[in-house]
């Protein structure tokens, strides 16, 4: 399986790791460490505190260059929705990197081979330690394959805020009131789920769940887009 | 003035830009910017949102390699209270760039030129500006300079979490209920304060004021440590 790897990111990015213990230890997930602590392995956590911070560098670069009459509010929206959770996890799905992640049995068996949050981890891991083997520039025509072209071809340009997005729409017309309310909380503190109903001037508009308030509230706000467009 | 800065991130940095403008932005608030409208100048937003990016990989980079067996989540910590708004404004005041940031009179006059948030943003500007004109190990060798050597003198290690560090103390003997009380808000909302009380076993430990519900907390659980030691 690792040989496969190893095949598959020199054929698709030309990358070829110098020191493939890093690699190694990017594919290797806290789970699998705690159930085969004999191998005395390290798991990919600190590559990933690590590469989050040199893609937030390349990403912020790439958008300061690309746009260069953008104000910073917007550079810093753009970069929000280009690094954030399920962007990431996407990514990583695309480079198929989801198939090599070593798991625990726990873990695989409930479902965190397609995880959001731990594919995102997965990603970052990888760049950092591309970016230990072998530097920024590395990296950064890693995400010229893999990032910069859905950007240019505008995947982040439109849906990066649906709550800002939906003020705007509904405000077009005059001012309005649009207000958040969270009607339900479920589940265990780690994996609590959150229903959320927008209303403009107390008229439901739309609903949403997600794994925070936050996000509960922008899945309403997207679903009171689309009835809007319907 | 503008020759004073120069001639000071000379002499104190060995610091000579190249590309004057950079600077020059660098050292230019929004506010200065709006009164002067007829110079078509730049304000220092964008060069602040490069230099936060440069400033978190240097620092990641910097703990990963100084602390090789600190786990992720101390690592984020510590990163979270070198690159945080206080930390980023005391440096900017220690390199004197208080002195230097061009401001609107408005902003001059309520005080801008001591605001946390405008120094901290200046230090993050002077950052993305020194990585445009000279790269990255010209910001590394700056930060060897201005903040490494704080670091590896504890002033982060301690300080960084009171509310874990009060846990820490408090359970050392064995489980007790600790918890934060909000006592009241007050102040409009771009400037409201928050006064928080800290109780353990039902008892108060602790007081605090922030601008914001964590930071009040953060505030009561400093408070409540000092309180244990005398």
Redesign the interface.
């Known amino acids: 399986m690792e040989n496969q790897l190893v095949t598959k990111i020199k054929e698709n990015y030309q990358i070829v790791f110098e020191e493939m213990g890093l690699l190694d230890q990017a594919f290797t997930h806290s789970s699998y460490v705690n159930e085969h602590r004999n191998l005395h392995l390290c798991d990919n956590?600190?590559l990933?505190?690590?590469g989050?911070?040199?893609l937030?560098?390349l990403?912020?670069?790439y958008l300061?260059r690309q746009f260069p009459e953008?104000?910073?509010g917007k550079?810093?929206k753009m970069?929000a929705a280009i690094v954030r959770e399920d962007s990431l996890a996407e990514f990583a799905r695309e480079c198929a990197f989801d198939q090599f992640i070593r798991l625990g049995k726990g873990e695989e068996n409930s479902g965190g081979r397609q995880r959001a949050a731990l594919l995102c981890d997965l990603f970052e891991s990888f760049l950092g330690a591309l970016y230990l083997d072998q530097g920024?520039e590395a990296v950064h025509r890693f995400l010229q394959t893999v990032i910069f072209p859905k950007v240019e071809a505008g995947a982040f340009s439109h849906e990066m805020d649906h709550k800002t997005k939906l003020q705007e729409v509904l405000q077009r017309g005059g001012d309005v009131l649009i207000d958040y309310r969270l009607i339900k909380e479920e589940g265990p503190a780690h994996e609590r789920i959150f229903w959320t109903e927008v209303y403009c001037d107390n008229q439901l508009i739309g609903q949403g769940t997600g794994r925070s308030k936050k996000g509960a509230e922008q899945a309403a706000a997207q679903n009171a887009l689309q009835e809007l467009k319907e």
């Open positions: 956590e600190r990933e505190f690590l989050d911070a040199v937030e560098l990403v912020s670069q300061y953008m104000p910073e550079l810093t970069r920024l």
